[in-house]
């Protein structure tokens, strides 16, 4: 792969013209899941909202979409130019599957930057806006961290 972190790869969305960034404010139960859904519908491009109402502050500022979205995007994600075939990724995919990486423990790294503890720990950490039709669709599309400003619905 051409990238190591999320950073990186919205990044190389941006440069190749594969990212909008969403500055307005929008709302994360009524508007994210229908303009992300709309977007893909229309073939459109990966999307960073940078402007989630109650997530000014905290663990989560901003909301990316739809990196995935594309079989272009896709394809730079495995490495491949956009152009590539779907034989050409799916052979990449199960070639990948049958590898194994052994795992490594360690004692400092990025995936040690947050923790989390105490009252915050017990809180849900996530959930899904409205605008999905089922819980597969919320579950692929997005989810963000539960925030003290905005409640849980259930």
Request: charged share 30%.
């Amino acid at each position: 792969m051409g990238f190591m972190d999320m950073r990186q790869w919205v990044g190389r969305l941006e440069k190749e013209g594969e990212l909008r960034r969403i500055t307005a404010e929008v709302d994360w139960d009524r508007e994210i899941g229908a303009v992300a859904r709309r977007v893909l519908e229309k073939k459109g491009p990966a999307l960073l909202f940078e402007n989630v109402k109650g997530y000014r502050h905290g663990r989560c500022g901003k909301l990316f979409v739809s990196g995935l979205g594309s079989r272009s995007r896709l394809a730079l994600a495995l490495g491949f130019p956009r152009e590539a075939t779907n034989r050409e990724l799916v052979q990449h995919v199960m070639k990948k599957n049958r590898e194994t990486i052994p795992s490594t423990i360690v004692d400092t790294g990025p995936v040690k930057d947050i923790i989390i503890r105490g009252d915050a720990s017990t809180r849900p950490s996530s959930r899904s806006p409205s605008g999905t039709t089922s819980k597969a669709d919320a579950i692929s599309t997005l989810s963000l961290p539960s925030s003290p400003e905005t409640p849980i619905h259930a």
